[in-house]
């Protein structure tokens, strides 16, 4: 099975190889019919501390490396 990849913004970088990126997503509410927009935050690797605050990254699906961490930095998309 292939492994989920994400594209989101970094939330916060103040954990030592860890960054908290927040991807969002849209969907309609099924009730309203409106569209609404929800922001998921996942705790993701980075090893060499490379991410900054506000970094459009993407995240690809790992094996538990800690209580919270289930994802690793694939790559910087954009710099902030």
Not at 3 to 30: F, I
Not at 32 to 53: G, I, M, P, Q, S
Request: with cysteine; charged share 35%; net charge positive.
């Amino acid at each position: 099975m292939p492994k989920k990849v994400y594209t989101g913004k970094v939330l916060s970088d103040k954990m030592n190889k860890t960054v908290v990126v927040g991807v969002a997503r849209l969907y309609q509410h099924p009730v309203y019919k409106k569209t609404v927009k929800k922001l998921t935050k996942f705790k993701a690797h980075d090893e060499e501390n490379r991410c900054k605050v506000g970094d459009l990254v993407s995240i690809i699906e790992a094996r538990p490396l800690s209580k919270e961490k289930r994802w690793a930095v694939l790559e910087i998309i954009e710099r902030a």
